[in-house]
């Protein structure tokens, strides 16, 4: 790879696709450790350990700014990395965290930034074990690592999906990207837009307990390059078609209209407190409701089905009853957003 890093190799979609496949993968011998491993693209890698799984997973938070609405780089951290083992069916068991932080930044911000974390983690709950604080000349204000380990009956990956299943969406999408851009960009409405960020352990848990661990056959958090993203991974990595129905898409009105007036598609930005899920037809309602029951599912809906034709592809069936392909973005429209 000659060319420079740009920010789109970060951002999710294809060209962040490309810098994994043909720059990472193809430079790193040991991938696995048995079980799911990096060569899968998940969302965490797998190690068996008797008759569970432990996963293992870690993310890097460079958002930008650092406090939102609905959250801050704290509450993202740890939901992001409880959001990555839960979708791979595994109950979150120690965190670690990592902070790099510039020069100069604020004392105040820092606790701020701490006590968020610690809040979300007793919301799960998953406890904080260790960490690596750094200190850097630049002012580059404050990244968080998270790194996590969780326990699986099960292990779950992205790639199970069946013809004839049925799709899932824990609830509204693109809150947490047009949020974040909406605020840089001064829009206001009367109602404030926030992000949806938050741990969705509770809503994997419920239907799991509902319909079974071998019941979910894949799951995704639709965090950067939002649900066109996952929905197109999960399509190509099980080789099958995806059909969803646009107006089954839950999406909030004033995220509707901010994304209107951003010239942005709301299923192309992240999400950070929801989950994709795929189940056999017949236990979609059964999922469905306790999806629903749970305070992070409430707004969740059945939004489409796995489809034998169109192999690799994710169609959208529009209000007017026409069809066209939900295409992967190049990367997530709004830099910086996780």
Not at 13 to 38: C, F, H, N, P, Q
Not at 81 to 88: G, R, S
Request: proline residues 5%.
């Amino acid at each position: 790879m000659g060319e420079k890093i740009k920010l789109e190799h970060g951002a999710g979609g294809e060209v962040m696709e490309e810098l994994l496949r043909d720059v990472i993968l193809k430079t790193l011998s040991l991938k696995s450790a048995g079980g799911i491993g990096l060569d899968a693209l998940d969302d965490g890698a797998t190690i068996p350990l008797g008759d569970k799984h432990l996963v293992f997973t870690i993310d890097g938070h460079t958002v930008k700014p650092l406090f939102f609405p609905g959250g801050d780089i704290g509450r993202l951290a740890v939901s992001g990395t409880v959001n990555d083992l839960a979708v791979m069916g595994a109950r979150p068991l120690a965190l670690a965290n990592s902070m790099i932080i510039g020069e100069g930044f604020d004392g105040e911000d820092l606790k701020r930034i701490l006590r968020s974390m610690d809040e979300t983690a007793r919301e799960v709950p998953v406890p904080i074990v260790t960490g690596d604080t750094k200190v850097v000349e630049e002012d580059i204000g404050i990244f968080v690592i998270t790194a996590g380990i969780g326990i699986a009956e099960r292990p779950i990956s992205d790639a199970g999906a069946k013809v004839g299943d049925a799709v899932l969406i824990s609830g509204t999408v693109g809150d947490h990207g047009i949020a974040l851009m909406s605020h840089r960009e001064g829009i206001a409405f009367e109602t404030e837009l926030e992000s949806d960020v938050a741990p969705i352990w509770e809503v994997v848990k419920a239907v799991a307990k509902a319909i079974g661990w071998e019941n979910i056959h894949a799951m995704k958090d639709p965090t950067r390059g939002g649900l066109s993203n996952a929905l197109n991974e999960m399509a190509k990595k099980a080789n099958v078609g995806i059909l969803i129905r646009e107006s089954d898409v839950p999406v909030r009105p004033e995220v509707r209209a901010a994304s209107d007036m951003l010239g942005i598609n709301p299923f192309d930005v992240a999400n950070e407190g929801k989950v994709v899920m795929i189940v056999p037809r017949e236990y979609a309602e059964e999922a469905l409701k306790a999806m629903r029951s749970t305070e992070r599912g409430k707004n969740a809906a059945i939004i489409g089905e796995v489809i034998e034709n169109y192999r690799g592809r994710v169609l959208v069936e529009t209000g007017i009853g026409g069809k066209r392909f939900l295409e992967p973005p190049a990367g997530d429209p709004v830099p910086r957003v996780c």
